[in-house]
T-cell receptor
Framework: TQLLEQSPQFLSIQEGENLTVYCNSS?????LQWYRQEPGEGPVLLVT?????EVKKLKRLTFQFGDARKDSSLHITAAQPGDTGLYLC?????????????FGKGTLLTVNP | NAGVTQTPKFQVLKTGQSMTLQCAQD?????MYWYRQDPGMGLRLIYY???????DKGEVPNGYNVSRLNKREFSLRLESAAPSQTSVYFC????????????FGEGSRLTVL
């Protein structure tokens, strides 16, 4: 069973600031997904990263997959109140049964206007 | 576009009562999942169905049963509800069992008194 950590658990910032959240594990991942969940709704997929060292950009969001595929980061530039939500990472382990997508506990981001 | 539909959205039960959470998806997805979300615990997988006709236990299956009624529908049953089952329950579906994006419903908030 992988040990999956997301940090920080909570983050409150002002509009316009930059931030980075992290997803770390002791296991090697075959791929990793990032989801955002807004209050009262289910999570929605932001991105899937597959290759070690991969960087993907989604407007002001930059996702990076670690070279060893054990960790990932999400960087937000010039955060806006609309970025407020719970950010969840969800890796799939290499080998074995990868039907089951495991989620981290998430980073709860609040962007204040 | 309905996507994943869960019913009911809210439910209050007394300890020992039974109930079934219903989930239906209209995207012709093969795989379906039930998660529960608790504060500080993230999303935890209860049961999943990799394809029609199959179901398997996830991380926290005790106290629950599931039925994959057909390709569209995947229900979660609590036979004898306990206060520890107070949670928000999310159903999700995925086009494939290995790498696909998960599409979530809006959640069902269950309180067991």
């Amino acid at each position: 069973t992988q040990l999956l950590e997301q940090s920080p658990q909570f983050l409150s910032i002002q509009e316009g600031e930059n931030l980075t959240v992290y997803c770390n594990s002791s296991s090697v991942f075959s791929s990793l997904q990032w989801y955002r969940q807004e209050p009262g709704e289910g999570p929605v997929l932001l991105v899937t990263v597959v290759t070690g060292g991969e960087v993907k950009k989604l407007k002001r969001l930059t996702f990076q997959f670690g070279d060893a595929r054990k960790d990932s980061s999400l960087h937000i530039t010039a955060a806006q109140p609309g970025d407020t939500g719970l950010y969840l990472c969800a890796p799939r382990e290499s080998g074995g049964s990868n039907y089951k997508l495991t989620f981290g506990k998430g980073t709860l981001l609040t962007v204040n206007p | 576009n309905a996507g994943v539909t869960q019913t009911p959205k809210f439910q209050v039960l007394k300890t020992g009562q039974s109930m079934t959470l219903q989930c239906a998806q209209d995207m012709n997805h093969n795989s379906m999942y039930w998660y529960r979300q608790d504060p500080g615990m993230g999303l935890r997988l209860i049961y999943y169905s990799a394809s029609e006709g199959t179901t398997d236990k996830g991380e926290v299956p005790n106290g629950y049963n599931v039925s994959r009624l057909n390709k569209r529908e995947f229900s979660l049953r609590l036979e004898s509800a306990a206060p520890s089952q107070t949670s928000v329950y999310f159903c999700a579906s995925s086009p494939t069992k290995n790498t696909g994006e998960l599409f979530f419903g809006e959640g069902s908030r269950l309180t067991v008194l």
